[in-house]
């Protein structure tokens, strides 16, 4: 396949994976207005799964553009800027995990309880996890403005 043509898939998979990302966060974010109905807890979880797989995506077609993409890696490696990028991608991950974790043990307190319903200052927190998600998952864009722009 042409180095183009190769590079240009890995392109597409990776913006596909951020609007995905972006699409299931901005679902979390609406699902956990209110208090989570037992419904919505159950589509939380499955969500979340979306979550992770659109993280796989953006790192697998992050990873192939890095190798086999035009620039080369060099230009990646080399570049503090990308590894800003990269730290903030892994630190929305992190603060991606309480709120999967909260989403399975809500889970698996609704099936032993169908009554259940999160505490108030459990849902607040899961909230300004979810936000400092969305906060680091805009600087991303940012970052690649400025290393697309030749800054080192």
Do not use: C
Request: net charge positive.
């Amino acid at each position: 396949m042409p180095p183009m043509i190769t590079d240009a898939l890995f392109a597409l998979v990776h913006f596909l994976g951020i609007g995905a990302l972006v699409a299931v966060l901005a679902m979390q974010t609406v699902l956990l207005r209110d208090a989570p109905t037992p419904a919505a807890i159950e589509r939380l979880n499955k969500i979340d799964m979306g979550l992770g797989l659109a993280a796989v995506a953006i790192l697998v077609a992050g990873a192939g553009r890095v190798v086999w993409g035009l620039k080369g890696a060099d230009y990646y490696m080399g570049n503090p800027v990308f590894w800003v990028k990269i730290a903030l991608f892994f630190a929305a991950g992190l603060a991606s995990v309480p709120p999967t974790l909260a989403f399975i043990a809500w889970r698996k307190s609704l099936k032993a309880n169908g009554g259940f319903r999160p505490k108030p200052e459990a849902l607040a927190r899961i909230r300004t996890f979810i936000k400092l998600e969305w906060l680091l998952l805009v600087l991303i864009p940012l970052a690649a403005v400025l290393m697309a722009r030749g800054l080192p």
